[in-house]
């Protein structure tokens, strides 16, 4: 159906693609894998008409064609929901889904807004996607922007649909429509390239995998031929260790306490207790309450009751600034609305939180600035061209580095991480999980959130477990499991609807 031969493309300073290649057969679902900075955005934004190639060929049900535009690839079928959400928070759940296909009256001089809500209601009940057509994107979740993203490439029945870190904001319950989508798609001859980081999703969709490295093609072969440590190998070119962290001795000194905390009905009477030198998991299903639990723990969101105590003493931040006085960081999980400046360079966005401690007189040296990003950047592994790059020119990934790099840069106290890995592969997820673990070992009390059970039996001390805006159960390390999380975790939906 698709092919792509000798694919190369160059930007300053930087050979993101090298002859690579990639192809693609109707109703299959070709995972392409690789670190961050390996290519694969790169490669599906060329297919997807956003870049043209600096060389090679691209072909197309045989025929060789080339995308000036992203509506020359949509016109050939072919359809991308990428990893930056392009959902606009000023229209509504129904204007999303339709955007550039509104049913229109008089000759299209006037929006049929009946028609509009029926249409995207009739596609939100296709796709058991339980979201009002009127509801206001911009007060959607991230996981539910990526649902609608998602929806609006499905109901254009696509020959070929581009799934770029698909699951990276979703819940279970939305991955499980997402999976039923596929099913669905795959059966009816659609051509999925899936690109993720999470290694079970690969294993559990994927007819056959790619690997590029460093904008080289490694590898193609069938999924049932590889396991997860040839994957591994292939992607970062040496052997990864996945040892789950045994758990900490108990930790004493109390860090952040929260009681009773409340913000209308995400949260509903929070307790949670973090100590320093502790990595204190977050898990839950989407709606839960994490995120929202997070916002007020970093002073963006007030709370309506409740209280919180920083080592100690009376906690209240009224906004992010004082939470940072108090010593206290919060990476969102929302890394391009809230997590970096996108225009702005590698350096200035590092350095933007420690601007104080960086110019106590009030003028920035730029030397200086390049110098203290450049420290974090080569910490954190960030791949980039120069500290004076802009970030928006990286791959989620490495922006995602530039997020973390950005406020671990302050040298918090207490950090609560919101997705911190959201879109991170597995060579650089090893290197977060060590600077995690050595931020507590230095006595920093952590609090991490993510959808990844996996990734928090792996790395936490303990695992808070939230449930309908309430902490349902704190479980150990030593006696996780990711069924006795999930039990936790649908505790209170199961009393609810007993």
Request: net charge neutral; aromatic share 4%; with cysteine.
């Amino acid at each position: 159906m698709l092919e792509l031969s000798e694919i190369t493309k160059t930007f300053p300073g930087v050979r993101a693609l090298d002859a690579a290649r990639f192809d693609l057969l109707p109703g299959e679902v070709h995972a392409l894998m690789g670190e961050n900075g390996a290519g694969k955005s790169t490669l599906m934004k060329i297919i997807a008409g956003l870049f043209p190639p600096d060389a090679g060929t691209i072909r197309l049900d045989g025929a060789a064609v080339a995308f000036a535009r992203p509506a020359d690839a949509t016109a050939a079928g072919i359809h991308t929901v990428f990893q930056e959400l392009t959902v606009l928070g000023n229209l509504d759940v129904a204007q999303n889904l339709l955007i550039g296909r509104e049913p229109a009256r008089l000759g299209g001089a006037w929006l049929d807004r009946r028609a509009l809500y029926a249409q995207a209601r009739a596609i939100l009940d296709d796709l058991g996607i339980a979201l009002r057509p009127d509801a206001r994107a911009g007060a959607l979740s991230t996981g539910q922007r990526q649902i609608v993203e998602i929806a609006r490439a499905v109901a254009q029945k696509p020959r070929v649909l581009i799934l770029d870190e698909p699951t990276s904001s979703l819940g279970r319950n939305e991955e499980e429509i997402l999976f039923a989508l596929i099913a669905r798609l795959r059966a009816a001859g659609t051509g999925i390239v899936y690109i993720t980081h999470r290694m079970s999703e690969v294993f559990a969709l994927a007819d056959r995998i790619t690997v590029l490295r460093d904008g080289r093609h490694i590898l193609t072969d069938r999924a049932d031929r590889l396991d997860r440590a040839a994957l591994i190998r292939a992607m970062v070119g040496r052997d990864v260790s996945e040892a789950r962290h045994a758990g900490a001795d108990a930790h004493d000194d109390v860090a952040l306490q929260v009681a009773g905390l409340r913000r209308g009905a995400d949260v509903r009477g929070a307790d949670l207790t973090l100590h320093r030198g502790e990595v204190l998991g977050l898990a839950g299903l989407m709606g839960a309450g994490r995120t929202e639990l997070a916002r007020l723990i970093a002073g963006i969101d007030a709370p309506d009751g409740g209280q919180m105590r920083l080592f100690g003493q009376p906690y209240a931040p009224r906004d992010v600034r004082a939470a940072m006085r108090a010593g206290l960081a919060y990476v969102s999980e929302d890394r391009k609305g809230l997590g970096v400046v996108l225009p702005l360079s590698v350096a200035e966005n590092i350095a933007l939180p420690s601007l104080r401690r960086l110019a106590p007189r009030g003028w920035v040296a730029p030397a200086r600035v390049r110098a203290f990003a450049a420290d974090w950047m080569a910490r954190l592994g960030v791949r980039a061209a120069a500290p004076g790059v802009a970030v928006e020119t990286l791959s989620g990934g490495n922006q995602q580095k530039v997020a973390l790099a950005k406020w671990l840069a302050t040298d918090p106290q207490v950090i609560v991480l919101d997705e911190p890995t959201r879109g991170v592969d597995v060579g650089a997820k090893a290197e977060i999980y060590a600077l995690i673990r050595d931020l507590a070992a230095r006595g920093c009390a952590v609090l991490v959130i993510s959808s990844e059970l996996p990734e928090l039996l792996q790395l936490c001390d303990r695992i808070a477990v939230m449930a309908r805006g309430r902490i349902s159960g704190v479980v150990p390390a030593a006696q996780a499991s990711e069924e006795r999380v999930l039990t936790l975790a649908f505790a209170e939906d199961d009393e609810a609807a007993a």
